[in-house]
């Protein structure tokens, strides 16, 4: 009698066990190793971008201010096109989509980087982000890096250091 309860209770974990592993969907993943490269121009693959010294009164909450120019620039291109996809790492808000400050007791400022046109890149997803066209196997991109007051706050007076990782996407 032992044996056949201990069967029976066996073959009803089993029949539980299927019905908690009915499918709901199937989700797809697709996309595409590329064979077009650039070759990353000297100076251009890990930068430093020094942003100038501004007064607190410069930065009210939620401005930008100290915009400052940077490059990245390629050559020996097999692409047509190409565009910087800047990682969503641990140092982007993800709140505010910009760079937060690193610096152990700095300023409460973050930092935005900006396109060619200086619109803000949302960095959690890289809107606003730009690609350029390749002439002659080579291309610069032209960004922009600035202060940012936090929402509701203006800035306070301290050291600012950031960093951001970029991967190469190429068309």
């Known amino acids: 009698m032992k044996k056949l309860v201990v069967a029976g209770v066996a073959t009803l974990g ?31 693959g890990n930068k430093t971008v020094p942003l100038s010294s501004i007064a ?10 100290g ?3 940077f490059t990245l620039e390629f050559s020996g291109c097999s692409a047509t096109k190409v565009r910087a996809h800047f990682e969503p790492g641990s140092n982007v808000d993800a709140a ?12 409460n400022v973050q930092v935005s980087i900006l396109n060619d046109a200086q619109q803000r890149i949302d960095l959690r997803n ?16 032209l960004y922009h890096a600035a202060y940012r007051a936090p929402a509701g706050a203006a800035a306070t007076a301290g050291s600012v250091k950031t960093t951001v990782e970029y991967s190469m996407d190429y068309e």
């Open 14 to 44: 089993l029949g539980f066990g299927n019905a908690a592993l009915a499918t709901e969907g199937t989700i797809t993943i697709t996309g595409f190793v590329s064979d077009k490269t650039c070759t990353i121009n000297q100076g251009s």
């Open 56 to 65: 607190m009164s410069s930065l009210p909450a939620g401005q930008t201010a």
């Open 67 to 69: 915009v400052t120019p």
């Open 96 to 107: 505010t989509g910009d760079l937060k400050n690193t610096e152990a007791g700095g300023s």
């Open 126 to 141: 890289n809107s606003n982000s730009q690609q350029v066209e390749v002439t002659d196997g080579s291309a610069t991109l």
